[in-house]
């Protein structure tokens, strides 16, 4: 078996010197060619543009292999503000990338508060900032946005581990803190005014970031996101997907512990009705468990009745809010009609509906109201 395995190696071997013998004699052969049928500003014509188009080629490649639905090309100003890359996380071997918009006049002078937006799986951070709309909705805020990037190696799907509470997915949070950390220092943000939004497995890590750290953040924000901790491997995932999961008993305990009475922060949540991939029951579960997680029994909770609002030819949403003395401390916006995507993005992109109202505008109104 071992000879038999040493030959193969070898032919394999022999072949592939021999191919590439062939193709630089080729190369060769072709270059001689067309010095004598062509000028020498025509060759280098001809050597650039086939530069040019094998770097589009690999470009295109990549993209394609990158994991990501609807892959789009680094995100550019086409206003005022820029945008940066940088990584950040836990160390050299606990690290993510990030994009980042810094809208024009903010300074260290003049710092922002920040929103942190969290894609979904299949989406990365270029792909996530077209689907909100990003840019532009910061410049209108005037709020600093940061897009951390999940990678292939971190989850294939490049999900968010929301799913593993206790290992994996406290481990991608307590990174994605240290990341948030890092910006803070780095920009002119106000670490006092810190929010987080995610979409699907975003929405729950999302979550996730508020219930580790709660006195971190003003206000947190899922669209269409399961509910973290309730559970503990990508089967159990699927099922609170469904809606046929939620935290049990122990993982509220737990929860109740490690808060020691911190208040959480408002919760805004938005959900499709006719989301297939993500049940709309674990938007009502998310609302139950932030109610639940209440430090003081005592409070005064007032419920408010459901209403429907409409914009113009846009879906219609149906918006309920738990109120805790007074302030709104949990409010969920259910959109008739709309999917597994993020309402109000553009059509050409995957997960993103443009019939639904701007989901991005009506996170930084709540945020902007703390």
């Known amino acids: 078996m071992g000879r038999r395995g040493g030959s193969t190696a070898r032919l394999w071997t022999a072949l592939g010197k021999t191919a590439t013998r062939q193709a630089r004699r080729m190369g060769r052969e072709m270059t001689r060619a067309i010095n004598k049928s062509v000028t020498k500003p025509m060759t280098e014509a001809i050597v650039r543009n086939a530069v040019k188009q094998s770097s589009a080629v690999t470009k295109a490649t990549q993209r394609a292999l990158s994991g990501v639905a609807s892959p789009v090309p680094p995100p550019l100003s086409r206003g005022s503000g820029r945008w940066e890359e940088g990584v950040g996380g836990l160390g050299p071997l606990a690290q993510r990338n990030y994009r980042i918009f810094i809208p024009a006049g903010v300074t260290a002078r003049r710092r922002a508060p920040m929103l942190v937006l969290l894609h979904g799986c299949g989406q990365d951070a270029a792909s996530f900032a077209t689907v909100t709309r990003a840019a532009t909705a910061a410049r209108e805020a005037g709020c600093v946005v940061l897009l951390p990037e999940q990678s292939s190696q971190g989850n294939a799907q490049r999900c968010w581990n929301w799913f ?6 406290s481990a ?14 780095r920009y002119p943000v106000r670490p006092d005014r810190v929010s987080v939004m995610g979409l699907s497995a975003g929405g729950a890590m999302a979550m996730m970031l508020g219930l580790r750290y709660p006195d971190r953040f003003i206000a ?44 959480l922060p408002p919760l805004l949540l938005l959900h499709g009705d006719r989301d297939s991939v993500v049940s709309l029951e674990n938007a009502m579960t998310a609302a139950r468990l932030w109610l639940d997680l209440l430090p003081d029994p005592s409070v005064r909770l007032v419920v408010s009745g459901a209403r429907r609002v409409q914009r113009g030819q846009r879906l219609p949403a149906e918006v309920s809010d738990w109120l805790v003395d007074g302030e709104i401390f949990v409010r969920l916006v259910r ?26 505008r009506i996170a930084l109104r709540f945020f902007g109201d703390r």
């Open 164 to 169: 593993r509470p206790a290992t994996r997915g």
């Open 172 to 185: 991608e949070a307590a990174l994605l803190m240290a990341m948030i950390d890092h910006v803070c220092d």
């Open 220 to 263: 947190v924000s899922s669209h269409a996101g399961a509910v973290p901790y309730s559970a503990g491997n990508t089967a159990q995932a699927g099922a609170a997907m469904r809606g046929s999961r939620v935290p049990d008993a122990a993982a509220r305990q737990a929860l109740r512990l490690w808060l020691a009475g911190r208040p």
């Open 335 to 360: 959109i008739e009609g709309l999917g597994h995507a993020w309402s109000g993005g553009p059509a050409a992109q995957a997960f993103s509906d443009p019939r639904g109202p701007d989901a991005l």
